[in-house]
């Protein structure tokens, strides 16, 4: 049941554990558009509690996720503030504007992946005709561009504090939220009680096979769940899939330090070697990002190529450019082999 080849192209590819399996194969099951899945509803329980929220909602993917999230707080021509290397713009395929009709005013992400207070103050509208009303502020932690790096709660209350002043709610795309709270030492829930609503998922570093939650207030849920059904997310007996998301959330958020730790030990070997150069302060927290350097006579699609006939497997970000992600079923020997492998190829 383990992977066949040493797969660093992202998180999203953990197979489910043997334990997920088994659970799933047993899960008890009802129908979830009947509110009848009690499998689906421990896990909405348990996803609220562990976000502080009041309530939760099981969507197939983050980006449903998002999407039910903007969608709910914004309606047709309304504009949600995101910074321009968000998830949420970048890689969810225009849903919020496709699907939503939804405006996105894009603010620069900081390195850090904060967006500068004062680039969302000037980013917030006055009441003109002209202009389409600001309706939502997005954040992103980790942030998956911005290297994998982690806002912290300081941060996310100051923005959020930011926000609210002019009546603006926050969602959080969360999507690797118990990463960052790992990274900090702090609870998913710390991170998440300055947002009105957060999207984290299951099928990341937390290894289930399928699936997010959507965590708010029980009025904000109630009316997301509208939404999944509008955008035919409403499962029938979800229940199997919820029940590796249990496993997930109860065991596999406890042990993502491991990945950091393995994260770390994979940038200190191929720091070592010439022909990559590190980003600055990578990794934050489960994502290497790294770059050839330009005596390097090949591209990073032909590096990958040749990384891959060797059973690793790179995901490639720019023309010279990579992203190594860690997960459960990278091991410290998968480390070595990595390593291993950008030398033998580089030197
Ligand atoms: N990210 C994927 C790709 O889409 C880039 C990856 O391999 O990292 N928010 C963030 C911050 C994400 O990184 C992702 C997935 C999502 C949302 C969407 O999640 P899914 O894939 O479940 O729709």
Redesign the pocket.
Known sequence: MSQLAIDL????VTQPTPEMRAAMAQAVVGDDVYGEDPTVNALEALAAEKTGKQAGLFVP????G?LIAVLTHCGRGDEAIVGNLA??FL??AGGISALGGVHSRQVPNQPDGTLDLEDIRAAIRTDDLHCPPSRLLVL?NT??RCGGAVLSVEYTRAAAALAHEHGLPVHL?G??LFNAAAALGVSAADLAAPVDSV?F?L??GLCAPVG?VLCGTTDFIRQARRIRKQLGGGMRQAGVLAAAGLIALEKMSLRLAEDHQRAQRLAQGLRALSGVQLDPGTPHTNMVYLSLTDDVPMEASQVAQSLREGGVLV?VVGQRRFRL?THYWIDDQAVFQTVTAFKALLG
Do not use: F, I, L
Request: proline residues 0%; negative net charge; glycine residues 8%.
């Open positions: 192209r992202s998180d999203t993917s983050g980006t449903m998002n998830h949420t890689y969810e992103e942030h998956n795309d999507a690797r999207t998922c099928s990341k997010s995901g992600v």
